[in-house]
């Protein structure tokens, strides 16, 4: 980020927030959700933003409200995110359907859209102002599921911020939420896609059978004290377009250098660099966690419903000793991660539902652990509330979590120079991210002969 961005301020006057209920009667009853949802890597709240300029069609239409009208109206058909969480037998979770509302936040700010710099991209200044963590609600149990803020600008556009309590829905199930409220906004009588509840897909089988390692879960002591320390935590964003992916790409073995998509590509690059960064003992055990979709894409089948909005992912996991992935080609992670995200099917699924009622529904292990998650094709940047789509829609920033630091999203984004891409948001302690800067800038330049392929096809991995 330019320094004088980083160093931007403004003020933000905000009204007293409010609880906005749905526009008209919902069912009164408890429902659980899956297995998969309520697990406690999912217990907490996830922040979005959306930046949208202004307008000259809309002129006189005032943002605020015509979210604020919008959301009440979409909660009918979404009542479920308008009540409040329950813990039942077992840690399990359930929504009562209170019809209580969401919460939502009225705002200006002193500064316009502009300020914010010509390609926009996490870390924003000011985050902390634009989604309000209204003191008491960022709980997990009886506390709003939801929260919105529209903070207008003095340029005549707006920000839209979103937190979301993740166990209820994953970036696509929020997605389609906010595209309901987006074709309300516009005018629509009713959502073109209705939601479905359907959590019981998604529920362990009786008895729980596990029929994979799930090395995602295990319990491993952090003897060594290799959790990323929270202090002095730097904050940047790295963009990856056709020529940055093709360098890294350079860098793989000729046949995978075909056959890996852009996200293992990628997720490989930033495993490897992160672990040179962090410099752990060579035989501490490192984990790429990749999160994979089970909805049905291009050629895949699936037993997930088309209006599903509840978590719908796994997080299988390459392992790795330090000392082996920092010294190996960048093809040794690139693959390791590739196997491991072809687990991931419907049994895959069924399997980690097993798994979480018979474990007590444990968090994935965070020792010597990093996770990527890619919503380039989430859909944030087409939501259209009126003012057309966002400068910028995802993420509010990287490292979030119940424990920050370990997350990082892939995100659809144009820089300054017009070029479409990915910018992925790290979050590293401060003498970590510059060691990460010098790596990523190795693999950034392209390879100066062709990699040959130093080990055997198949590797295996720890899975």
């Known amino acids: 980020m330019a320094g004088s ?55 006189g239409r005032d943002p605020a409200a015509v979210v604020r009208d919008a959301v009440a109206r979409a909660l009918v058909h979404y009542y479920p995110f308008a009540g409040r969480l329950r813990e039942i037998e077992g840690r399990k979770l359930a929504v009562d359907c209170t019809g209580k509302g969401v919460l939502f936040i009225e705002a200006d700010a002193d500064v316009r859209l502009e300020h914010f710099g010509d390609a926009l991209q996490p870390p924003f200044p000011g985050l ?24 207008r600008l003095s340029c005549g556009g707006f920000i839209l911020a979103v937190r979301l309590m993740h166990t209820m829905a994953d970036a696509q199930g929020l997605v389609q939420f906010l595209a309901a409220v987006a074709e309300l906004a516009r005018g629509a009588a009713v959502p073109s896609v209705l939601p479905v509840w359907g959590r019981e897909l998604l529920e362990a089988r009786n008895p729980p059978r596990p029929g994979f390692a799930h090395r995602e879960y295990d319990e491993v002591p952090d003897t060594k004290g290799t959790i990323v320390p929270l202090d002095d935590m730097a904050h940047r964003s790295f963009f990856f377009g056709a020529k940055e992916v093709a360098a890294v790409r350079s860098h793989l073995a000729p046949g995978l250098r075909k056959r890996a998509t852009t996200f293992e590509v ?26 994979v979709n089970a909805r049905g894409g291009k050629g895949k089948q699936s037993a997930i419903p088309s209006g599903y909005y509840g978590n719908a992912f796994a997080f299988p996991v390459a392992v790795s000793a330090a000392g082996e992935l920092c010294a190996r080609p960048l093809s040794y992670a690139v693959r390791l991660v590739k196997e491991a995200k072809g687990e991931v099917d419907g049994e895959y699924m069924r399997s980690v539902a097993d798994l979480m009622v018979q474990r007590g529904r444990p968090h994935f292990t965070v020792v010597r652990a990093y996770l990527a998650s890619d919503v380039t094709k989430a859909g944030f940047g087409d939501l259209d ?18 424990i920050p630091g370990v997350a990082s999203f892939l995100i659809p984004f144009k820089n300054a120079k017009g070029e479409d891409g990915i910018v992925i948001p790290m979050c590293l302690p401060g003498p970590a991210m510059d060691k990460f800067v010098e790596e990523m800038g190795k693999l950034l330049r392209p390879a100066a002969v062709d990699v040959a392929d130093m080990f055997p096809a198949m590797i295996k991995s720890a899975l």
């Open 5 to 59: 961005v980083a160093s931007l301020k403004f003020t933000v006057r905000r009204k007293a927030p409010e609880l906005v209920a749905p526009a008209g009667p919902t069912p009164r009853e408890l429902k659980r959700l899956s297995d998969i949802d309520d697990q406690d890597g999912l217990r907490f709240h996830i922040p979005v933003i959306q930046f949208y300029r202004r307008d000259a069609s809309m002129s």
């Open 128 to 151: 902390e102002e634009l989604v309000f963590d209204v003191p008491g609600s960022s709980e997990v149990l009886g506390t709003p599921l939801l929260l919105f803020q529209v903070t």
């Open 266 to 291: 990628l997720t490989g690059c930033l495993w490897k660099c992160r672990t040179v960064a962090l410099a752990p003992d060579a035989d501490e055990e490192m984990r790429m966690i990749c999160i």
């Open 385 to 402: 509330f009126g003012w057309g789509r966002p400068v910028y829609g995802g993420p509010a920033k990287g490292g979030v979590g119940a």
